[in-house]
């Protein structure tokens, strides 16, 4: 059979289409991600004041950050840019050492209560900016309405700049995407020997589409396998709102988990994935440590003591809830934005990694848990690219590690906080992984 050739109007259509969402591409460049992923200004300044001294640690600190949202968008990794946080050349200049780079597929639009006094709640139905985003961005249509296939778009673009940064001929550092232990020690091993690469971890904000429709268990274990297969190795089955998982701190039911949840988050842990309660209802983080064998991450947050104005309190964990989180060997990543931390840039970021150390020296609590190192459960979870303003990008790091140097952190807990807790408990958990691995953190 003969193929019939595309109409006129077809033909006319199509590349008016494809003009209409280059031109898209380029808005979402130009005009929507200069407006959301934002610095404070403060970056230039709070560089200068950096001593070489200091500068000198910094560089033989191994630096890890939890979470940031970079896939979410058109940017090219491999390009230096003065748009959103995150590139490589960005990172190598930081002196990061390994990022958690989270798929998210669904942001619903914020519509924050006029008083401040009541608290809001999102649902599922609400606006999705992330698909709007995906649109417009001219990713592959199958990604347009398909939040499964949205994630492997996402993850495709990690991949795709790890091909890219090995090719002969680009300047900056390799990008190594870290699947296992293995990958882990030699990442480890080549940037100790002096190498330009950095790492990076997939990881999942909302796993929306697992569990869905009551799926019976052996159908919710396939759907965690086939991110781990992927190569996700942080998965947080929440995100802003509640899903077939559980609940979400800003979700409307204030649920825990489902037992779809249950059975997602056993085997995400099973197969060696670190699970992240950023965004996880009360419920559902006190449920799934409870769960639980391992330790869990809470990738990206803030804390509610000290939380007000436009800091926003149902996102930041409770004092409880941190320590329910150190109790089983987690880490609290700390964010850097306002809503997280406040208003104050990196005063605020240490404001609260001294309020989450202090939340474990509660005499009741170090009673019950002799020998816990308050510092030992601290990481950075900056939230770098997700719609947010920070006090740096990731180039300003040693702005950040000066101020808890300058704050009072010594050094070793400054070791700790910087990367060498996250670097431990991914060495340990990463499928291969185990205390040997963890060793090599520093
Ligand atoms: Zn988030």
Same mark, same amino acid.
């Given at each position: 059979m003969t193929q019939r050739p595309p109409s006129l109007l077809r033909r006319l259509l199509a590349p008016a289409l494809a003009l209409t969402l280059a031109g898209c591409g380029l808005v979402t460049d130009y005009v929507i991600e200069p407006g959301q992923n934002t610095t404070s200004g403060q970056q230039a300044a709070l560089l200068a004041a950096v001593p070489p001294a200091h500068l000198a640690l910094h560089r033989s600190l191994f630096l890890a950050d939890l979470h940031a949202d970079t896939l979410l968008w058109e940017r090219d990794l491999l390009v230096q840019t003065n748009r959103g946080h995150i590139d490589l050349p960005r990172m190598q200049q930081g002196g990061?050492?390994?990022?958690?780079?989270?798929?998210?597929?669904?942001?619903?639009?914020?519509?924050?209560?006029?008083?401040?006094?009541?608290?809001?709640?999102?649902?599922?139905?609400?606006?999705?900016? +992330?698909?709007?985003?995906?649109?417009?961005?001219?990713?592959?249509?199958? &990604?347009?309405?398909d939040l499964r296939a949205r994630a492997f778009d996402q993850a495709g673009k990690l991949l795709d700049a790890e091909r890219r940064s090995r090719a002969p001929g680009y300047a900056g550092p390799e990008l190594m995407v870290v699947r296992s232990a293995a990958d882990f020690s030699r990442l480890l091993a080549r940037r100790a020997a002096g190498e330009k690469v950095v790492g990076g971890v997939l990881g999942v904000e909302g796993a929306h589409w697992v569990g869905q429709d009551n799926a019976d268990e052996a159908t919710t274990r396939a759907q965690v396998k086939d991110l781990f297969d992927l190569g996700v190795r942080v998965f947080a089955p929440t995100h802003r709102f509640d899903n077939a998982l559980g609940g979400a701190s800003e979700g409307c039911s204030g649920q825990g988990l489902t037992q779809q949840g249950r059975w997602a988050l056993l085997e995400a842990e099973r197969l060696g994935m670190v699970i992240d309660l950023a965004h996880a209802s009360s419920a559902t983080l006190r449920e799934a440590v409870a769960l639980l064998a391992q330790p869990v991450v809470v990738s990206h947050t803030g804390v509610q003591e000290g939380c007000t104005g436009v800091c926003y309190r149902l996102r930041n964990l409770s004092d409880d809830e941190i320590r329910a989180v150190a109790a089983k060997g987690g880490l609290i990543g700390v964010g850097y934005w306002p809503e997280a931390v406040g208003p104050n840039g990196v005063?605020?970021?240490?404001?609260?990694?001294?309020?989450?150390?202090? +939340?474990?020296?509660? !005499?009741?609590?170090? &009673? &019950?848990? !002799?020998?816990?190192?308050?510092?030992?459960?601290? +990481?950075?979870?900056?939230?770098?690219?997700? +719609?947010?303003?920070?006090?740096i990008d990731v180039a300003g790091l040693p702005a950040l590690t000066w101020a808890m140097a300058r704050g009072g952190m010594t050094e070793a807990q400054l070791r700790q906080a910087a990367g060498g807790n996250a670097c431990r408990l991914l060495a340990a958990r990463l499928p291969g992984g185990g205390p040997a691995a963890a060793a090599a953190c520093r």
């Open positions: 990061v050492g390994l990022q958690v780079f989270t798929l998210v597929t669904d942001t619903p639009r914020e519509t924050p209560n006029p008083d401040p006094a009541i608290d809001h709640c999102i649902y599922a139905t609400s606006r999705n900016l +992330a698909g709007l985003l995906t649109v417009l961005e001219s990713r592959p249509p199958r &990604a347009w309405f005063e605020d970021i240490l404001r609260v990694m001294r309020q989450v150390a202090r +939340a474990l020296q509660q !005499p009741a609590f170090k &009673a &019950a848990h !002799p020998g816990l190192d308050p510092h030992a459960h601290l +990481a950075l979870g900056s939230d770098f690219d997700g +719609a947010v303003e920070t006090p």
